[in-house]
């Protein structure tokens, strides 16, 4: 897939040398918080109240959506993401510095914001600690494409439903089920290929533990946390467990 020139200027300049512009990290917390807030805000239009776990999984879901961007960027990208690896690590090697942090505090211009390109950069450095991102025959690549395609619709229909209670809530818990136990074992099992593949002597136990562990951690701990609250939904057949 051909890139633009704007997508060039972003490839040749990427480690931070935009004068203006809005830097990536500040960029992915805005859309969360954006995304977050919007259910929240909404909740407390309509029931005047604020829960806990509703928040929680506004965050989850808020996060999600991002993520399956990302994801569709990077089966989109997957021939670029696999130079870019090369050229991260290339550049690792000649200044010592992470490649995560400047990839997190390059700047964006406006008009790049959405650019594929872009965010395929978010791969291609996460690629430093787990090489699935860059091997398109590995579970972690094939399992993050599934997830960038396949989670967006089921994701925002349980975002609404939790927020609004459009559904009745037996089907709202069925469908969270399905989605919030995916989510629990599909990251599991990408945790132990890690593991089987002998990724982990590649890195520090730092970067193991903030990267692939952390980063990873929210598809487990709230996947758990949704099915709690799925199951709840069915034998309750109602939003109580929420607090409506």
């Known amino acids: 897939m051909g890139e633009n020139n ?19 990290g500040f960029l992915a917390v805005l859309v ?19 829960n806990v776990i509703h928040c929680l999984l506004s965050l989850f ?30 550049r690792q090697r000649a200044t010592g510095r992470t490649p995560v942090g400047e990839f997190l505090s390059a700047k964006v211009p406006l008009r790049q914001v959405w650019s594929p390109t872009v965010w395929a950069d978010v791969w291609a450095t996460y690629s430093l600690f787990d090489g699935s991102y860059s091997d398109r025959r590995t579970f972690g690549f094939n399992v993050d494409i599934a997830n960038g395609f396949v989670t967006p619709v089921p994701t925002l229909i349980l975002y609404a439903a939790y927020t609004v209670d459009f559904l009745p809530a037996v089907v709202a818990g069925i469908l969270g089920v399905m989605m919030f136990w995916q989510w629990t074992y599909a990251t599991s099992v990408h945790w132990v290929s ?39 939904l069915i034998l309750d057949g109602n939003y109580s467990v929420l607090g409506h």
């Not at 990427?14 to 830097?23: C, D």
């Open 32 to 50: 969360v918080a954006l995304l977050s807030l919007l259910g929240i805000g909404a909740r407390y239009h309509f029931y005047g109240d604020l």
């Open 61 to 90: 879901f808020s996060i999600n959506l991002l993520i399956c961007y990302w994801e569709a960027c990077l089966f989109f990208k997957r021939d670029y993401v696999e130079k870019r690896t090369e050229y991260w690590r290339s």
């Open 194 to 232: 890690f593991f089987v593949a002998g990724r982990q002597h590649h890195i520090t136990r730092g970067e193991l533990y903030a990267y692939v562990g952390a980063m990873n951690a929210p598809w487990v701990l709230f996947g758990l946390l949704g099915l709690f609250v799925s199951v709840r």
């Open 6 to 24: 704007s997508d060039r200027t972003f490839r040749d300049q990427s480690a931070g040398k935009f004068s203006s512009g809005i830097p990536t």
